[in-house]
């Protein structure tokens, strides 16, 4: 059974892609910072497939090594999923606390690349390696500059990456806006039930993890089953 790691695999994307590996038959090891929501997802998930749940920060070097030794012994695909938003609402850049942008750019950039470093001698050829993403790294949308330019950083760490690993099928993925806990934590206060759940990037990422595209930045809805195959 092929196995992944999954960070930030209690709610949202991550789980939604948990779930959908495990119908698959893989193996999971998945964290989370609040451990009572990550148990209750690897009950649910355990119903289904063998899944090592590791409740901790992945900008902690100890739990980032943790994830990996409970991994055991190949690593099919690591999905950097964790991130987070920084303040809310979001400040101007010249108001932007550096500790708390300093925060962000760990977890979502520094201790994804931590991980990878750490799994990389357990990812064989052909493994994959998922940066979750966001426009926000392309487009200077305004407030956003803290978040962005750490999932800025996020996509030039995956490019070369790919660039220094071709055995391996590296990919930063932008799945689009969703109805998720931090998407409503960047619009406080607003009704954002028209945007899509979760699952609806999922079949993007399944076709990334099963198919043969190239390394490269993709967005998770324009990837389809039938772009598997397609070496494009």
């Known amino acids: 059974m092929p196995h992944a790691i999954i960070t930030g695999a209690s709610r949202g994307l991550g789980l939604a892609l948990a779930r959908a590996l495990a119908v698959?038959?893989?193996?999971?090891?998945?964290d989370a910072r609040t451990a009572a929501d990550l148990q209750s997802t690897a009950r649910?998930?355990?119903?289904?497939?063998?899944?090592?749940?590791?409740p901790g920060d992945v900008a902690e070097q100890d739990h980032r090594q943790a994830l990996v030794e409970a991994a055991g012994g190949t690593i099919d695909l690591l999905?950097?999923?964790?991130?987070?938003?920084?303040?809310?609402?979001?400040?101007?850049?010249?108001?932007?606390?550096?500790?708390?942008l300093a925060r962000v750019y760990m977890v979502n950039a520094i201790a994804p690349l931590g991980l990878i470093q750490l799994a990389m001698p357990r990812i064989p050829g052909g493994g994959r390696i998922i940066n979750i993403t966001s426009d926000a790294a392309v487009e200077p949308y305004e407030g956003w500059g803290g978040y962005g330019s750490s999932k800025a950083a996020l996509d030039q760490l995956t490019a070369i990456l790919a660039a220094e690993h071709p055995e391996l099928r590296v990919y930063a993925?932008?799945?689009g806006d969703m109805r998720t806990r931090?998407?409503?934590?960047?619009f406080p206060g607003e009704d954002i039930s028209d945007r899509p759940p979760p699952e609806d990037s999922v079949p993007g990422l399944l076709a990334l993890v099963d198919g043969g595209l190239p390394s490269g930045r993709y967005q998770a809805r324009e990837?389809?089953?039938a772009h598997e195959h397609a070496g494009v």
Do not use: C, F
């Open 24 to 30: 698959k038959g893989w193996t999971l090891t998945i």
């Open 44 to 54: 649910e998930l355990g119903q289904v497939t063998d899944v090592r749940a590791i």
């Open 79 to 100: 999905v950097n999923n964790a991130s987070v938003l920084g303040p809310s609402p979001q400040p101007a850049l010249t108001q932007y606390s550096l500790p708390a």
């Open 173 to 175: 993925v932008d799945p």
């Open 182 to 186: 931090m998407h409503q934590e960047a």
């Open 223 to 225: 990837v389809t089953p």
